[in-house]
């Protein structure tokens, strides 16, 4: 057959008679978008995207449906094409009602699939649910555990009654499959023969090693403590985390063939330096290990201690004396930790002191909630004033100087302000201070630091002032935050990562989703009803048990996973 | 004598029906056996119906009632029937003849004449009798020559030379072939085509008859919409006739040419007057348009070559042949050839049905036949082309009416929807009432129709609100231009038309609105307000006529509105004898 010849963006090409526009500017690697084109159906020709100018009509073309002509002149980047193309999207986006993707995975800041696996789940596809989930979470069982579930604060079903369980399922989809015959191991791309360092073994490194080495990297991780999980291991306690789920999941961290180096901490057992030369690449998460203090007098006594530094102690298996009498300093999670692990150490009293009133806590509610139950005598509305110590320098009393809320301030919250003249005096033999923590970057030399200590990174490449150094998690650009934050930093940055190692510059850019605004909650009605969702869960949980291991694990930390009540548990368990 | 009741649409809306059994009873009642009840179809002067023609026994038109409402007809049973005098207060006045003596029918030549339920009455004025001139004298190739010479174009919207398209389904091959008429007539006030279907239903199917011989079809399909039931009644019953009579069906006039025809009900969307739509829905799928090419004259109905005319076209097809192309092309202008059906609305004296030569120019159908502008205002516009055409300005007025000259002005002749507006249409409502009608009828396939119409529809409607931004008026011509680039069908790719005329001749109305925040032609209800002035005289009319009870006031005294009462529905100012009520 005879081929025609025609000029497309001043390109010469041939096509055959019959073919389109759009089929010959394919072969001739020439873009032209399409929405409703598929070589599979019959041409629809309805979404317009596909618009090309034809030289000599005063029309625009549809590429998809136009055959060619001999030496028709087409052209395909045209300001006009561009135009029609560009008013055609936003036209589309305008009249976009729905959500383009749900608003848990959106609330999620590693972009799970929230949706996606919790279908799996109901449809009883576990095996799905755990590899959509591993997707993005490398630790599904502990952030199905510990996570503060942003996505269930964002579940529509909330406007109804309560939100879907989704950090639960989370932890039992992990559980069903972690604790099962055969756990699943992501597959990982033939070796590319570029190494990564990965300098700390907490969420952020453990992820930035799971995405890239399943890019087919070379990853090892350099951890200063004696074992993975950062502050999900050293932080936060037991009851909360059982530390075997996080071995299992740093175990298929190893089946992967990720490398770990426990025990070693860059700046002083390796010099960054040599990292650096070893590797075409550096990650780095250090996490914030630093307690962060309260600046009143008598700070420095003995008997105070930062409240990570205590969690920590505890998990070591360090010897504490705590005293009769313990105030924990601080109203977040760190704090409730700290609180809820004095109490289990046999403190007689337990004091929280936190300046504003409990609904103003940064801590989970249920956090909180359970705290109480467990005898922790809330001081709200009171800061430390003074710690007084004895003789030998051992704190023995706090002056707190007694609050009340003034004013919102710029976040909204209401400013606590002192109560002139108004004090009150507890008896303390230990102080934990949790307040906050700080990053402490000391060996890893060359990156520019934060006022407060954190490291610099770019919000679009994640890069450090260093080429080739990266960061993110709790150690970077100020944001200290939740596990599932240094994984999302990791999901995010894997990409740039592997392109920097394949000789490429990119950026990070997330997609455009439209989101719908106008969603209101339902009538009060179906908000009363029961809320049963957590107790059916647990049911179907417990039912569900594979394993010994697995239900071992399950009772050591179901109570208080779960928000459960003990008598709705034992009629579950029979 | 004869009696005959103009039975049309229009005719039984307006209580036609009852005037005829009037008539019935009465006659029977005096038992005047010389007197035939009759009935025919719309005659065009829609608004002086029930029209009442009375014919002698020779034939010949005595006398034409118009308005002739029951009450009247015991009188004219006594007076002419009886008396042979006719009523001379109820006879149509003289000007009004005008409108029917100005017109030169050819597709309306029966209509309002002849008893469309009767194929005598079609055969007795030469009926069929092309239709046998074409098959057993003529070849295919002659009848589209003769077409050629006519000059005639479709008359459903395009404009396409119709000689064109019959010798494109003629010379493509197909197992079968088919003639489709398309009489889903969609656009809002027109009825051109639904009157000759029911006023003159044998002319449709022997032009039918005609091109199917021409292009080599065996089989016709009329697509009438279900909202059209008297014409689908009389189409039924016009076709058992023709089939009875061997002008439909096996071996017509004795030659071995068959063809027969048959009726699809469309359930009245607007898209399904498009050719491919119009098929899709022909076929049982959900009417809507696909790429063209393929032209249906190549792939149509079931993928077979198909012929789609419109009923206005096909009507010409017969007069055509019995008086040769050539005087076809005698009347009208030098490209639009013929004449051309319009359906006169709006704020015209005397609205309806008009045939004129095309070239006649819009002041003489409008004030000539059409008689001006209701209640002597000012004449602002017209809209031709319905939703698909544009509006045509004062200034414009003498522009003869050609497919030509009216595209020129931005509108297009379309299938001759005329609606005529005064000084009191405000032009960026009437464009957004053409808009809202072609958003709600977009089929939804391409985003630019679909969305882009909506999109242009809220800035209108802000617009009208006073609430319109600047930058509007370039974003509605920004919007515009896209979707008419890249729409798909005839729908969308039309759609912006009635907005860029508006803007292109009535800016400043647009202006006015979003900058001044008022209506020119102070109908925008959210723009404007009513006040009494001092020229009221207390008579409390308008107090009593308000349906929300805004209006106080003594009696002999001034009265008052209440802004925040009044829904300004406008009856005050209706009320008012005294011209007390005015809009600001
Ligand atoms: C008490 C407490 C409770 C928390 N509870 C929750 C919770 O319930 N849910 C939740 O989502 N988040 C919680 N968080 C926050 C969460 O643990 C952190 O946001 C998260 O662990 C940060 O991950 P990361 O990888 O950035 O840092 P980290 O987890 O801090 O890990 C940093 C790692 O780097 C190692 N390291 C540091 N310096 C070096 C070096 N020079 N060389 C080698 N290794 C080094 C450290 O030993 C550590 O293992 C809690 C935090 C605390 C402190
Ligand atoms: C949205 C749309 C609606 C249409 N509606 C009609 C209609 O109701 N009647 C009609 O005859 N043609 C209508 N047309 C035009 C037809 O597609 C077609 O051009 C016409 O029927 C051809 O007949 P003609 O050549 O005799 O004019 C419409 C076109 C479009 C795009
Ligand atoms: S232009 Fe409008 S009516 Fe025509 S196919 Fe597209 S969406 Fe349907
Ligand atoms: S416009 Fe209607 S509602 Fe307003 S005062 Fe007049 S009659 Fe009443
Ligand atoms: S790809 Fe949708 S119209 Fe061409």
């Keep these: 057959m005879n081929k025609f010849r025609l000029n497309i963006d001043g390109k010469e090409v041939y096509g055959l008679p019959g073919q389109t526009i759009l089929e010959v500017c394919r072969e001739n690697d020439i873009f032209i978008p399409t929405l409703c084109y598929d070589e599979r159906t019959e041409i629809y020709g309805a979404c317009g995207l596909c618009m090309v100018e034809w030289e000599g009509s005063p029309k625009l073309w549809k590429a998809c449906a136009t055959e060619i002509a001999p030496n028709m002149v087409i052209r395909t980047n045209t300001k006009r094409v561009f135009e029609s193309r560009k008013t055609n999207l936003e036209l589309l986006l305008s009249n976009h009602k729905g959500d383009c993707r749900p608003p848990c995975m959106l609330a999620c800041p590693a972009g799970t699939d929230c949706q996606g696996y919790v279908g799996l789940i109901a449809n009883g596809q576990y095996e799905e649910a755990i590899k959509l989930i591993r997707d993005n979470i490398p630790l599904p069982g502990a952030i199905g555990r510990v996570c503060p579930h942003p996505c269930e604060k964002a579940c529509r079903r909330g406007l109804v009654d309560e939100p879907i369980a989704i950090a639960n399922l989370k932890r039992f989809a992990a559980d069903t499959d972690e604790f099962g015959e055969d756990p699943f191991v992501p597959e990982c791309e033939p070796d590319t023969g570029k190494n990564v360092a990965v300098i700390g073994g907490g969420p952020y490194g453990i992820s930035m090693a799971y995405f890239l080495r399943q890019m087919g990297h070379d990853v090892t991780i350099y951890e200063a403590m004696p074992k993975l999980g950062g502050m999900l291991r050293y932080g936060i306690p037991e009851y909360r985390l059982p530390k075997e789920v996080l071995d299992e999941e740093i175990a298929v961290l190893e089946k992967m063939g990720i490398t770990m180096v426990t025990n070693t901490k860059i700046g002083e057992d390796i010099s960054f330096e040599a990292i650096k030369r070893d590797f075409d690449a550096v990650c780095v998460g250090i996490g914030a290990w630093v307690s962060t203090g309260v600046r009143c007098k008598g700070e420095d006594a003995d008997g105070v201690i930062g409240g990570i530094d205590f969690l920590r102690k505890v998990v070591r298996n360090e010897k504490i004396d705590l005293g009769k009498n313990v105030a924990i300093v601080g109203g977040g999670n760190t704090a409730m930790d700290a609180c809820r692990t004095a109490v289990r150490l046999g403190a007689d009293k337990v004091y929280n002191i936190y300046r504003r009133t409990k609904d103003e806590m940064p801590a989970d509610m249920i956090e909180i909630e359970e705290a109480e139950e467990e005898g922790v005598i809330f001081l709200n509305l009171t800061n430390p004033l003074e710690i007084i110590s004895d003789e030998n320098g051992h704190c023995r009393q706090m002056v707190l100087q007694v609050m009340e809320l003034g004013e919102p301030d710029a976040s909204g919250r209401r400013a606590p302000v002192p109560v002139e003249g108004k004090t009150e005096t507890i008896d303390v033999d230990t102080v934990i201070l949790a307040i ?139 | 004598m004869k009696v005959v ?158 000689w064109f398209k019959w010798n494109a389904i003629k010379s493509n091959k197909g197992a079968q072939k088919y003639m489709v008429c398309n009489a889903d007539e969609g656009d809002p006030g027109a009825f051109m085509d639904r009157s000759v279907l029911e006023g003159d ?47 439909l069906g096996k071996n017509l006039f004795g030659t071995d040419f068959s063809f027969d025809i048959r009726i699809k009900a469309g359930a009245g969307a607007f898209v399904c007057g498009e050719e491919t739509a119009l098929i899709a829905s022909l076929e049982g799928e959900r009417g809507m348009p696909r790429l063209k090419p393929p032209f249906p004259a190549a792939k149509g109905y079931w993928k077979l070559p198909t012929n789609i005319n419109n009923v206005e076209t096909y009507a010409n097809v017969a007069w055509i042949i ?95 929807g005329m609606i005529v507006m005064d000084e009191d249409t405000c032009m960026v409502d009437m464009a957004r009432f053409f808009l809202d009608f072609t958003r709600k009828e977009s089929c939804g396939k391409c985003n630019y129709c679909r969305i882009g119409t909506k999109r242009m529809l809220e800035i209108l409607e802000r617009i009208t609100k006073g609430e319109g931004k600047d930058g509007d008026i370039e974003l509605l011509e920004e919007l515009a231009g896209k979707i008419k680039d890249g729409a798909m069908c005839g729908l969308g790719q039309t759609a912006p038309n009635p907005v860029l005329t508006t803007i292109r001749y009535f800016r400043n109305e647009y202006e006015d609105h979003i900058y001044n925040h008022k209506c020119t032609a102070k109908s925008c209800k959210a723009l404007i307000h009513y006040e009494i002035t001092d020229d009221c005289k207390g008579c409390g009319k308008c107090a009593r006529n308000c349906p929300v009870n805004a209006i106080t006031g003594e009696k002999k005294q001034v009265h008052k509105i209440d802004p925040n009462v009044c829904i300004k529905c406008g009856k005050c100012e209706d009320n008012c004898a005294f011209g007390a009520v005015k809009r600001v």
């Design chain 2, 322 to 416: 019995a008086n040769g192309g050539q005087a076809f092309a005698d009347r009208g202008a030098e490209k639009s050839k013929g004449s051309k059906v319009f359906a006169l609305a709006g704020k015209i004296k005397k609205g309806g049905l008009v045939e004129v030569p095309m070239g006649m120019t819009l002041r003489e159908v409008i004030y000539n036949i059409g008689g001006g502008i209701k209640n002597d205002k000012e004449f602002k516009a017209v809209q031709m082309g319905g939703p698909s055409g544009g509006c045509i300005p004062a200034q414009l007025i003498d522009t003869p009416v050609t497919y030509e000259d009216i595209n020129k002005t931005g509108a297009i002749v379309g299938s001759g």
């Design chain 1, 436 to 574: 906050g923590q700080r990053v402490n970057a000391e060996g890893i030399d060359g990156v520019e630091l934060t006022r407060k200590g954190g490291i610099v990174y770019d919000k679009d490449t994640f890069m450090t002032a260093i080429p080739g150094v990266f960061a993110g998690g709790d150690c970077g650009n100020d944001k200290i935050s939740i596990a599932v934050e240094s994984i999302g930093d990791a999901k995010k940055s894997c990409l740039v990562v592997d392109a920097y190692l394949r000789g490429e510059e990119i950026k990070y850019e997330p997609n455009y989703y439209v989101t719908k605004k106008d969603v209101t909650p339902a009538n009060s009605s179906m908000q009363k009803r029961e809320k049963t969702t957590s107790l059916r869960l647990y049911s179907a949980m417990m039912k569900s048990r594979q394993s010994k291991k697995q239900t071992a694990v399950w009772n050591a930390d179901v109570k208080t996973t779960l928000n459960v009540s003990s008598s709705a548990m034992q009629i579950c368990m029979m």
């Design chain 2, 5 to 162: 009741v103009g039975q049309g649409s229009c005719g039984i809306a307006t209580g036609a029906k009852k005037t005829s059994n009037e008539f019935e009873r009465i006659v029977a009642e005096k038992n005047l056996t010389n007197v035939v009840i009759d009935k025919t179809g719309c005659i065009g002067t829609c608004y002086l119906e029930p029209i009442v023609d009375v014919y002698n026994e020779e034939g010949a038109l005595e006398a034409r009632y118009v308005k002739c409402t029951p009450d009247k007809v015991a009188e004219i049973v006594d007076e002419h029937l009886i008396g042979g005098k006719p009523v001379e207060k109820y006879v149509i006045p003289t000007e009004d003849e005008a409108f029917l003596s100005q017109q030169q029918r050819i597709v309306l030549r029966n209509c309002g004449k002849i008893n469309p339920e009767k194929i005598e009455e079609y055969l007795a004025v030469g009926g069929y009798e092309a239709a046998r001139k074409v098959i057993t004298s003529m070849t295919p190739d002659q009848v589209i020559e003769e077409i050629k010479v006519s000059g005639l174009r479709g008359r459903g919207g395009a404009g396409f030379p119709t």
């Design chain 2, 201 to 247: 239903p044998h002319s449709l199917l022997e032009g039918m008859i005609i091109g199917g011989f021409a292009a080599g079809a065996t089989e016709g399909i009329i697509y009438c919409r279900a909202e059209y039931p008297l014409a689908i009644a009389r189409l039924e019953i016009a076709m058992a006739q023709a089939r009875e009579k061997g002008y």
